[in-house]
């Protein structure tokens, strides 16, 4: 695959990321057996094999364990410590943990600093390339997140800093504190999901030259059926009437490029100026594969707005 900058960084990333969120196989880490395990590192081969340089974790994906067999994997593979990209998140914490708390987003000093020594624990790695904020704290206090981030940037623990879900205001709050810029933003983009391009996430990564980073580029799967008609519709009307629209379009413009609408999909979002890099996690080897080919394809820009029409069911005013 070709490369990119990552944000003003000087590290070159795939253009597509592998999203190593289900590799465990579920979210309870209990269930995590040794034939498990075995599967996930054979998956992460598979992207590896495929060409992406770029694997994006969270601490919480797996139960934790999505990061512990990313570790194992490294512990096979050591040049992937010089060889792959790794980012990863903090900030999610889970009812009862510890007993008798609540589902909450904690994005406190304490909670940042405890969280990047268990993820390098579990990742078998010395230094994190790219870590990011997970989902926004109502309680952010940009100072005090910017004294986290110095304190474990200088120890040599994180490369770059990034965000996720964060709306432009809190993005522009937690960067006024910190003196090094903020690259990324994780995001949630696809077909079915066009806010990012009206609410100033996207003008704002172009403006900052951060990274977007496109989480569920497939809406969950809701997409699939809008380049597989053998594939389960999704239950909502208006996803089903998206895809009734996108399905022979994605078809049309899949065969001109000489690709699968699965590739279309993809190439859509990364022919965005702002160099959005969708983030791939199919745990099928053959679909990892497949997903690579948008990183050939230079959609035009007539056929980029025939399939935002048919994504958004009407035309511009």
Same mark, same amino acid.
């Not at 624990?121 to 790219?130: P, T, V």
């Not at 926004?136 to 304190?151: F, H």
């Not at 990012?196 to 030259?209: A, I, M, P, S």
């Given at each position: 695959m070709k490369t990119q900058t990552l944000g003003t960084t000087d590290i070159q990333v795939t253009r597509l990321c592998y999203g190593a969120m289900r590799i465990a196989g579920g979210w309870d880490k209990a269930k995590v057996d040794a034939a498990a395990i075995e599967r996930?590192?054979? &998956?992460?081969?598979?992207?590896?094999d495929a060409g992406y340089n770029f694997i994006d974790h969270a601490d919480i994906y797996g139960d934790t364990m999505s990061e512990a067999i990313y570790g194992m994997a490294v512990e096979r593979h050591p040049d992937w410590r010089d060889k792959l990209i790794v980012g990863t998140k903090c900030g999610i914490r889970f009812e009862d943990e510890?007993?008798?708390?609540?589902?909450?987003?904690?994005?406190?000093?304490?909670?940042?600093?405890?969280?990047i020594d268990e993820s390098l624990?579990?990742?078998? =790695?010395?230094?994190?390339?790219?870590y990011q904020l997970h989902r926004?704290? @109502?309680?952010?206090?940009?100072?005090? &997140?910017?004294?986290?981030?110095?304190?474990i940037h200088k120890a040599g623990k994180v490369r770059y800093f990034g965000v996720s879900n964060f709306r432009p205001s809190l993005v522009a709050a937690v960067q006024s504190a910190?003196?090094?810029?903020?690259?990324?933003?994780?995001v949630q983009i696809h077909l079915l999901r066009l806010n %990012?391009?009206?609410?100033?996430?996207?003008?704002?990564? =172009?403006?900052?030259?951060m990274t977007p980073?496109? @989480?569920?580029p497939f809406a969950g799967g809701r997409l699939a059926a809008a380049c597989d008609d053998k594939a389960k519709l999704p239950q909502s009307e208006y996803d089903i009437a998206a895809v009734a629209r996108l399905r022979p379009l994605l078809a049309d413009v899949a065969n001109a490029y000489g690709v699968t609408p699965l590739? &279309?999909?993809?190439? @859509?979002?990364?022919?965005?100026?702002?160099?959005?890099?969708?983030?791939?996690?199919?745990?099928?080897?053959?679909?990892?594969?497949?997903? %690579?080919?948008?990183?050939s394809v230079d959609l035009d820009r007539d056929n980029w707005y025939r399939i935002l029409f048919a994504a958004r069911g009407i035309k511009l005013e």
């Open positions: 996930g590192i054979r &998956i992460l081969e598979s992207a590896v510890p007993p008798g708390t609540p589902h909450r987003y904690d994005f406190s000093g304490e909670h940042i600093r405890w969280s624990k579990r990742l078998n =790695l010395e230094r994190i390339d790219l926004p704290d @109502w309680l952010a206090d940009p100072e005090e &997140i910017a004294s986290a981030m110095l304190d910190l003196p090094f810029p903020l690259v990324s933003n994780q %990012t391009f009206e609410d100033g996430t996207l003008d704002q990564c =172009l403006e900052k030259k980073l496109a @989480w569920s590739a &279309i999909v993809l190439a @859509w979002l990364m022919r965005h100026p702002s160099k959005i890099i969708p983030i791939y996690g199919s745990n099928r080897p053959e679909a990892i594969l497949e997903a %690579t080919k948008a990183d």
